[in-house]
């Protein structure tokens, strides 16, 4: 009897618990890269794909709306120094719309890629439409030209007093949860001096497009 009634206790429970749960793993993440992470709206307010013989337009647009991308560097950790690494960061290049093209970065001595730059300040990165609701509105592949990515390289270099305070708003606009970081971890804010740039938006192999074509184009 005893057993019975626990196990109709816990299936009571179970019944109750469910909505519970379902609503937890359904709701989008808020102000963790979730769809109200920064100002973007993935269904409404991503601006459409500028002109794809525009590449240095396109290479400002993915740039801007892009959240995070994957820099690499070469490592200097032991059993794979001087190979490739790379790691998953958060950026910025400014708000919605007004970004200014530069990637910003918010880092601390304490991550492996970090390590990796004071040795060797080259890296490169990359960034993707994937990672925003446009790819998957047409069915693009991740891997797919049509799915526009860009690969900047140059060197990771903390920015100077000057600008750290355009560093500081271009990143905690669009990522909040920066601000409650532990300042134990020594966080301080740089950027990547961009030398080169590929775009990938289309098939017949990457478009060059040189740093002043970049930062030259209107964008808006």
């Keep these: 009897m005893a057993?019975?009634?626990?196990?109709?206790?816990?299936?009571?429970?179970?019944?109750?618990?469910?909505?519970v749960l379902v609503a937890l793993l359904v709701a989008p993440a808020r102000g963790r890269g979730g769809r109200?992470?920064?100002d973007w709206d993935a269904a409404k307010l991503l601006p459409p794909l500028p002109p794809r013989e525009k590449a240095a337009l396109v290479a400002r647009f993915v740039t801007n709306v892009c959240d995070w991308g994957a820099?690499?560097?070469?490592?200097?950790?032991?059993?794979?120094?001087?190979?490739?690494?790379?790691?998953?960061?958060?950026l910025s290049d400014g708000p919605p719309s007004k970004g200014s093209g530069v990637p910003y970065f918010y880092l601390s001595p304490l991550q492996q890629s970090v390590g990796n730059l004071q040795e060797n300040p080259y890296a490169t990165l990359t960034m993707s439409l994937a990672e925003t609701s446009f790819c998957k509105k047409y069915g693009f592949d991740?891997?797919?030209?049509?799915?526009?990515?860009?690969?900047?390289?140059g060197t990771v270099v903390k920015v100077s007093e000057t600008e750290v305070d355009i560093a500081k708003n271009s990143l905690f606009i669009r990522h909040p949860e920066m601000k409650s970081?532990?300042?134990?971890?020594?966080?301080f804010f740089a950027k990547l001096n961009i030398t080169n740039i590929w775009v990938l938006d289309y098939?017949?192999?990457?478009?060059?497009?040189?740093?002043e074509e970049y930062y030259n184009v209107t964008f808006q």
Aim: hydrophobic letters at 40%.
């Design 3 to 19: 057993g019975r009634a626990r196990g109709s206790a816990r299936a009571v429970l179970a019944c109750l618990l469910a909505p």
């Design 181 to 187: 970081w532990p300042s134990s971890h020594n966080w």
């Design 71 to 90: 820099l690499a560097t070469i490592s200097t950790q032991e059993g794979v120094r001087g190979r490739p690494f790379a790691d998953v960061l958060s």
């Design 142 to 153: 991740p891997q797919s030209p049509l799915c526009a990515h860009i690969i900047l390289s």
């Design 203 to 211: 098939f017949g192999g990457p478009k060059i497009v040189t740093p």
């Design 36 to 38: 109200e992470h920064a």
